[in-house]
């Protein structure tokens, strides 16, 4: 319904409540990694890398620990085939991988 409103703030609050709940919204929608082989979590690690944030500060938001964040990192960098984080970023907008809002 939000979507037929055009209410793309309320869609945006929506997604993000889902993803931080681990809820997928509907059957579709699987991983949102597309043929990347990223997981869900991976992609709301990857948001977080893409806004700047540390391991520590990824840690403290997904309620894990700063090493299991350093290894969906590692993982995301060998997806994506990315060098760095900053790298890893670029592609995830280029891809339109995380929200530009």
Do not use: Q, W, Y
């Not at 709940?21 to 991983?31: E, P, Q």
């Not at 043929?35 to 890398?49: A, Q």
């Not at 060098?83 to 995830?92: I, N, P, V, Y």
Request: glycine share 12%; net charge positive.
């Amino acid at each position: 319904m939000a979507a037929d409103l055009g209410a793309d703030p309320l869609m945006r609050e929506h997604s993000l409540l889902a993803r931080r709940g681990r809820i997928v919204l509907d059957a579709t929608a699987g991983s949102g990694g597309g043929d990347l082989g990223l997981t869900g979590r991976e992609l709301e690690v990857l948001r977080l890398v893409a806004a700047g944030r540390s391991n520590r500060d990824i840690a403290n938001e997904l309620f894990i620990s700063p090493k299991t964040a350093s290894v969906h990192v590692s993982n995301i960098l060998g997806k994506l085939g990315a060098a760095s984080r900053g790298e890893a970023a670029a592609k995830a907008h280029a891809l339109r991988l995380v929200d530009l809002a």
